[in-house]
């Protein structure tokens, strides 16, 4: 189950959100590669749990190796990883007066430069695929409140709440929206950005 906790905009942001509040999600714990291959070891499985651990950290480098050669890699029901670039703005492509010629590089325009290097910088971009798509998510996803969200809740409608307090987070927000695909949701509104899922 996801809980969720409630946070509020403040009433002094500019933003279109000011006042209002919204649900945020209460992330319990941060698992990385030798947590998830202890919990996989524990799945039953013929593999122990250094084996699972060395494939799984091949398997990262393997990815990333992938990605910077240009390719995209699909990991069914999972994610789709590849790179993308935020690319300068260029006037020309080969600037007569200074005999530039805009290059397949990484870099910033100098100022009043007409050409220069194409990318500003590059991303990881990681797209859900399969059942992590949105709409599959929906269907299996529970959610629930945490205790002090129950507790604002109750206040809320005049209730008593003996709902013990939770650690977990809330608080006010300074709106604008972070999200995106790839996570983060300490933003203002609901809303997502990035490239659509794809199936």
């Known amino acids: 189950m996801i809980e969720l906790y409630l946070s509020k905009v403040t009433e002094t942001s500019e933003s279109e959100q000011a006042g209002k509040t919204y649900a945020r999600v209460d992330y319990k714990e941060t698992l990385d590669i030798s947590d998830m291959a202890q919990h996989m070891a524990e799945h039953n499985t013929a593999f122990s749990e250094g084996l699972i651990l060395g494939v799984l950290t091949d398997f990262v480098k393997c990815i990333r190796e992938q ?15 590849k790179a993308t670039v935020e690319a300068n703005a260029l006037d020309k ?78 608080g006010t927000n300074t709106g604008g929206n972070t999200g995106g695909n790839t996570g983060g949701n300490n933003g203002g509104g609901g809303g997502d950005e990035g490239e659509p899922d794809e199936n």
Do not use: C
């Open 67 to 81: 990605v910077l050669n240009g390719n995209t890699v699909k990991i069914k029901n999972l994610a789709i990883f």
């Open 93 to 170: 492509l080969y600037d007569a007066d200074q005999d530039k010629t805009v290059t397949a590089s990484l870099g910033t325009m100098a100022e009043g430069a007409k050409t220069g290097p194409a990318v500003k910088t590059i991303k990881l971009l990681a797209q859900s695929t399969g059942e992590f798509t949105r709409e599959e998510l929906k269907k299996d996803v529970h959610f629930g409140w945490t205790d002090k969200a129950k507790a604002e809740i109750a206040a809320a409608k005049g209730e008593t709440s003996n709902a013990p307090s939770n650690s977990g987070g809330s």
